[in-house]
């Protein structure tokens, strides 16, 4: 999924299911390394959308990005929790797995 400026919080609010937003600044090394990590992932049970905030500052202001790499998971556009700094696969995939079953009980 592609996001922008003007239309981001639509595209979300109108996606179906749960977002993770993968928030990265190009100057950052560990944006770099966990990308090759999120890329490393099999398959992920949500939607993925990379949000590069120097080149889409308004979302990242939006979401009060502090720091990067940030990943956000998010429904309807509204954020369901977040964790910072560099992940291994493993923890992002047990961190999902924990939210995603949390996000099911509140259904």
Aim: aromatic letters at 6%; proline letters at 6%; charged letters at 20%.
């Amino acid at each position: 999924m592609e996001l922008n400026n003007d239309i981001f919080e639509k595209q979300l609010r109108e996606h179906s299911g749960p977002v993770l937003l993968f928030f990265v600044s190009e100057v950052c090394g560990p944006s770099y390394a966990m990308q090759m990590t999120i890329d490393e992932l099999e398959s992920l049970p949500v939607s993925l959308c990379e949000i590069d905030i120097q080149a889409q500052p308004a979302i990242g202001m939006h979401y009060k990005i502090r720091g990067t790499p940030l990943l956000m998971l998010t429904q309807n556009a509204k954020p369901i929790t977040s964790r910072i700094g560099t992940q291994s696969a493993k923890q992002i995939e047990e961190w999902l797995e924990k939210s995603l079953d949390k996000l099911k009980g509140q259904s």
